[in-house]
């Protein structure tokens, strides 16, 4: 008889046969495959083959578990392993189809004994619905996965991040203080908390109202509220270098207090402020003005005395020529080390009592220039004045004449070689402005950033062996700054320099003089 096909019992008194059960075999929706007891198939219905693309006769004989996935081989193992006589629970496969895709289906079998032999039937019941839904079930455990990995990826970096950030904070040896825009704490690092610790603070209140001791640069005068740093970097300030005293007694800090503000997008968000205890700085420089100011005045007393007995001996008739002479360089040394002596006493000084009134600069200028002309001529540099009428403002007439003076003899100092210095002064709205160019030397870029220090002078300067101490711009800015006023300049190596001086003014001035 042929395989698959039997005969069908009778029902009631008639037998009944169904004689084209191989065409119902071949036709039905789901696939059929006969294996036998070592996996080889032995026959197969054209759904199955169709279905995988494959001959019927070509899948006789093959092994049936060549046609699975990989994947599923030892699931199916273990599955095929179990099979009795009773029909297995379904198990999910994919079939290897032409062209490397994958057929997804169900399979369910039976085994049986066929002709002597055991055999299992297997029924496969294709599922392309299945595949789809897996495979975005798969994409979506995979993006799951992706997402979970880049989550610990980016929480690790973070808490490493987080860790650098704290180990440089408090590695460094300054206080690092971040506050939100009401001051309060957001971080501080370990140098922060050990000052406060030190200066007996609490907390941020303590820096943050009137109930600690702070006080201005002085240390004497309280700094009033609105000028605390943490209030002021809370308003989204930025500032530099406030220089302050926290605490009392013996144990007052100086402070140097910085701050930035953050903004993201144009808000501000919070402000970081760095705090430098200066203490034994501010206090260095406090004995260094101290010391400079009593050797000052020590020499001043007898270079005077000195002076004194030189313009005695020049006052005697028929000395020699060679004692004149020798008296006479004597005199000028003493006068240029006198000179020295009153910068040296003016820098360590604290600033006293200015004696203002109301005087047209425009004289003032004028004598200065032309009290150096004589030098000028020596270094073969020519001097031109253009003033203003009418330049009246209310200063101390002698400490303007010190400034003029200092600028236009370092205008001509440094022009050894000869060229032009050109004084002018004019009036800009409410402010008289002074201004000395030269064509001299100039300063480089790293000389410019260093012009108002004390002592500062270039290479160019000591190439040149110029006189001088370095502290007459010094004195220079102190005395307009005491004034009110502001002195600010411009340079280039080799092609000379221009200060501009501005004080404010009082009254007209009209009118243009040149000298």
């Given at each position: 008889?042929?395989?698959?096909?039997?005969?069908?019992?009778?029902?009631?008194?008639?037998?009944?046969?169904?004689?084209?059960?191989?065409?119902?075999?071949?036709?039905?929706?789901?696939?059929?495959?006969?294996?036998?007891?070592?996996?080889?198939?032995?026959?197969?219905?054209?759904?199955?083959?169709?279905?995988?693309?494959?001959?019927?006769?070509?899948?006789?004989?093959?092994?049936?578990?060549?046609?699975?996935?990989?994947?599923?081989?030892?699931?199916?193992?273990?599955?095929?392993?179990?099979?009795?006589?009773?029909?297995?629970?379904?198990?999910?496969?994919?079939?290897?189809?032409?062209?490397?895709?994958?057929?997804?289906?169900?399979?369910?079998?039976?085994?049986?004994?066929?002709?002597?032999?055991?055999?299992?039937?297997?029924?496969?019941?294709?599922?392309?619905?299945?595949?789809?839904?897996?495979?975005?079930?798969?994409?979506?455990?995979?993006?799951?996965?992706?997402?979970?990995?880049?989550?610990?990826?980016?929480?690790?970096?973070?808490?490493?991040?987080?860790?650098?950030?704290?180990?440089?904070?408090?590695?460094?040896?300054?206080?690092?203080?971040?506050?939100?825009?009401?001051?309060?704490?957001?971080?501080?690092?370990?140098?922060?908390?050990?000052?406060?610790?030190?200066?007996?603070?609490?907390?941020?209140?303590?820096?943050?109202?009137?109930?600690?001791?702070?006080?201005?640069?002085?240390?004497?005068?309280?700094?009033?509220?609105?000028?605390?740093?943490?209030?002021?970097?809370?308003?989204?300030?930025?500032?530099?270098?406030?220089?302050?005293?926290?605490?009392?007694?013996?144990?007052?800090?100086?402070?140097?207090?910085?701050?930035?503000?953050?903004?993201?997008?144009?808000?501000?968000?919070?402000?970081?402020?760095?705090?430098?205890?200066?203490?034994?700085?501010?206090?260095?420089?406090?004995?260094?003005?101290?010391?400079?100011?009593?050797?000052?005045?020590?020499?001043?007393?007898?270079?005077?005395?000195?002076?004194?007995?030189?313009?005695?001996?020049?006052?005697?008739?028929?000395?020699?020529?060679?004692?004149?002479?020798?008296?006479?360089?004597?005199?000028?040394?003493?006068?240029?080390?006198?000179?020295l002596v009153s910068d040296l006493l003016s820098v360590a000084s604290d600033n006293g009592a200015m004696e203002l009134q109301e005087v047209d600069l425009a004289s003032t200028v004028a004598a200065a220039a032309d009290s150096f002309r004589p030098h000028a001529r020596i270094n073969g540099v020519e001097i031109g004045v253009e003033l203003s009428a009418g330049l009246r403002a209310v200063v101390d007439e002698g400490r303007i004449r010190q400034v003029l003076e200092n600028l236009v003899s370092n205008a001509v100092k440094y022009s050894p070689g000869g060229g032009t210095v050109q004084v002018e002064a004019r009036r800009q709205d409410e402010t008289v402005v002074i201004e000395v160019a030269d064509t001299g030397i100039g300063m480089t870029q790293a000389e410019q950033e260093q012009v108002f220090n004390k002592f500062f002078r270039s290479g160019q300067v000591?190439?040149?062996?110029?006189?001088?101490?370095?502290?007459?711009?010094?004195?220079?800015?102190?005395?307009?700054?005491?004034?009110?006023?502001?002195?600010?300049?411009?340079?280039?190596?080799?092609?000379?320099?221009?200060?501009?001086?501005?004080?404010?003014?009082?009254?007209?001035?009209?009118?243009?003089?040149?000298?």
């Amino acid at each position: 008889m042929p395989m698959f096909s039997r005969r069908i019992p009778r029902i009631g008194r008639r037998r009944t046969s169904i004689p084209d059960w191989p065409t119902l075999f071949h036709r039905s929706p789901s696939g059929y495959v006969l294996v036998s007891g070592q996996g080889v198939i032995l026959e197969s219905n054209s759904t199955f083959a169709a279905w995988t693309g494959r001959n019927r006769s070509a899948l006789a004989g093959t092994v049936f578990s060549d046609l699975l996935s990989p994947e599923d081989l030892l699931e199916y193992q273990r599955w095929s392993a179990a099979l009795t006589a009773e029909p297995a629970t379904y198990l999910s496969v994919d079939f290897n189809g032409s062209g490397n895709s994958r057929l997804p289906a169900h399979i369910s079998a039976v085994r049986t004994a066929y002709r002597g032999r055991t055999v299992d039937l297997l029924t496969v019941f294709p599922m392309p619905g299945r595949r789809r839904y897996e495979r975005d079930l798969v994409d979506a455990l995979q993006q799951a996965e992706a997402a979970e990995a880049a989550r610990g990826v980016a929480e690790r970096a973070a808490r490493e991040r987080e860790s650098l950030l704290k180990t440089i904070l408090d590695t460094v040896d300054v206080g690092v203080l971040v506050v939100d825009d009401e001051g309060r704490e957001i971080l501080a690092n370990a140098h922060m908390e050990a000052s406060r610790a030190i200066l007996g603070a609490q907390d941020l209140s303590d820096f943050k109202s009137g109930a600690w001791s702070v006080y201005g640069p002085d240390r004497i005068t309280p700094l009033p509220d609105e000028l605390l740093p943490i209030r002021r970097a809370a308003s989204g300030e930025s500032f530099s270098q406030q220089i302050m005293w926290i605490g009392a007694g013996e144990g007052k800090m100086a402070v140097s207090v910085c701050s930035r503000p953050v903004v993201d997008g144009g808000d501000f968000k919070c402000s970081v402020l760095a705090f430098s205890d200066v203490t034994q700085l501010v206090r260095a420089l406090a004995a260094q003005g101290e010391f400079v100011g009593n050797v000052s005045h020590e020499l001043r007393t007898p270079l005077t005395s000195i002076l004194g007995y030189l313009d005695m001996a020049l006052e005697e008739e028929q000395l020699p020529g060679a004692v004149e002479s020798a008296l006479q360089a004597a005199v000028r040394n003493s006068e240029r080390l006198l000179q020295l002596v009153s910068d040296l006493l003016s820098v360590a000084s604290d600033n006293g009592a200015m004696e203002l009134q109301e005087v047209d600069l425009a004289s003032t200028v004028a004598a200065a220039a032309d009290s150096f002309r004589p030098h000028a001529r020596i270094n073969g540099v020519e001097i031109g004045v253009e003033l203003s009428a009418g330049l009246r403002a209310v200063v101390d007439e002698g400490r303007i004449r010190q400034v003029l003076e200092n600028l236009v003899s370092n205008a001509v100092k440094y022009s050894p070689g000869g060229g032009t210095v050109q004084v002018e002064a004019r009036r800009q709205d409410e402010t008289v402005v002074i201004e000395v160019a030269d064509t001299g030397i100039g300063m480089t870029q790293a000389e410019q950033e260093q012009v108002f220090n004390k002592f500062f002078r270039s290479g160019q300067v000591l190439t040149a062996a110029i006189p001088g101490a370095g502290l007459g711009l010094v004195i220079t800015r102190r005395i307009v700054e005491e004034h009110g006023g502001s002195i600010d300049f411009s340079s280039e190596a080799g092609r000379g320099s221009v200060f501009t001086v501005k004080l404010p003014a009082a009254g007209p001035g009209p009118g243009l003089q040149s000298y």
